[in-house]
């Protein structure tokens, strides 16, 4: 990895420049593609204020000051990592880049850096290795996924000062972080928040994106997002009176490998089709998700009345179709049948029970 100062200028914009092709953007907007349920290449579109105001919120809730130093190890075309040239900017503090594959050691060895982003695989990673934290780090903001118990406690036991966060690309970043102080996440008082009777999250606040760009060739589709009815969320959580936010889980269907979001929906439609080109129209076959202690989730591959070659084969086609962070390294698990619904519908805990009790491996971790 190599590490660069950043300076902080109007030309920081460019980051989050419209995608390529679309020319109905106005001068204060800013793009970042997120992961779209159905595979259409979608973007969040937000203004320099929401993003202004979300950093501003941050900063607060941080302590920031000109002072402070951050670490940049996030990628600039994510709002997570984007995020922190806006919060830099706003406070006067300075802004340190690193750059290259990723590398925990050469993290650990930032000794001036005071505030850093991370996601739960990085945060592994330093536990992994044992790195004792820099000195002068005041806080690690953890997003793009659920940071695990145990992994916060051993971090916290090398002197890494981690802060749970929960928000979203459509949120400019964070809606609540755990307090300097505590361990709960305390929503930030720019956003307004309610549930309903099932726990999902609807949110509503000035640095809320204006909406979604979504590319369908040859025209793009502006999807705006409701200022006044805010945007109900994929999430279930619950609000306390006292103004803290418990996660409680996501969407069934919607999962996240590597703080990238993944639809289960999606992948079973792939494997659906590759069963029905391969004829293996009296076998079943699922994919599942399953804890991983790096990745968040890692994805299983689940066959019935199935032979072991054809099984092997359709991995293989499977493996071709799916993104690097969605790659299933484990062979498939057969089982004596996949739990469906009356309906056919696949019923995804009863499988991850089912798998959990044949023990599937755990891949090695990748860096």
Request: proline fraction near 8%.
């Amino acid at each position: 990895m190599e590490t660069h100062p950043l300076t902080l200028d109007d030309t920081l914009w460019q980051h989050a420049a419209p995608p390529p092709g679309y020319a109905g953007h106005a001068a204060d907007e800013c793009y970042f593609q997120t992961s779209g349920s159905e595979g259409q290449p979608k973007w969040v579109v937000h203004t320099r204020d929401t993003l202004r105001i979300s950093a501003r919120a941050v900063n607060a809730h941080l302590q920031v000051t000109a002072a402070d130093h951050w670490l940049l190890t996030l990628p600039l075309h994510h709002v997570g990592g984007f995020s922190i040239l806006v919060r830099a900017q706003e406070s006067g503090s300075r802004v340190t880049q690193l750059t290259g594959k990723w590398d925990a050691h050469h993290l650990a060895a930032q000794k001036h850096i005071t505030h850093t982003s991370l996601v739960p695989a990085q945060v592994y990673d330093l536990v992994a290795a044992q790195l004792p934290a820099p000195p002068a780090l005041r806080a690690v903001l953890v997003g793009g996924g659920a940071l695990s118990p145990d992994i916060e406690a051993a971090a916290r036991r090398l002197g890494w000062p981690v802060l749970k966060t929960y928000g979203m690309t459509e949120t400019a970043s964070q809606v609540a972080t755990q307090t300097l102080s505590g361990t709960e996440m305390a929503i930030l008082p720019i956003w307004q928040l309610h549930t309903d009777s099932d726990s999902i999250l609807t949110l509503r606040g000035p640095a809320l994106a204006k909406g979604y760009l979504i590319e369908k060739s040859p025209h793009w589709h502006f999807q705006p997002i409701s200022a006044e009815n805010g945007l109900c969320t994929r999430d279930r959580v619950t609000l306390t009176p006292d103004g803290f936010l418990h996660f409680l889980s996501r969407e069934a269907g919607t999962i996240k490998i590597l703080g990238e979001l993944v639809s289960l929906a999606t992948i079973q439609a792939q494997i659906d089709s590759l069963r029905l080109h391969e004829h293996l129209h009296s076998s079943d076959a699922a994919v599942c998700d399953l804890p991983d202690p790096r990745r968040e989730s890692r994805l299983v591959l689940a066959v019935s009345h199935m032979p072991p070659s054809a099984a092997a084969q359709l991995l293989t086609q499977l493996n071709q179709q799916l993104r690097p962070f969605e790659q299933i390294t484990t062979a498939p698990q057969h089982l004596p049948a996949i739990p469906r619904s009356h309906l056919g519908k696949i019923r995804l805990e009863a499988l991850r029970h089912a798998l959990t009790h044949l023990s599937v491996s755990s891949p090695s971790p990748s860096p």
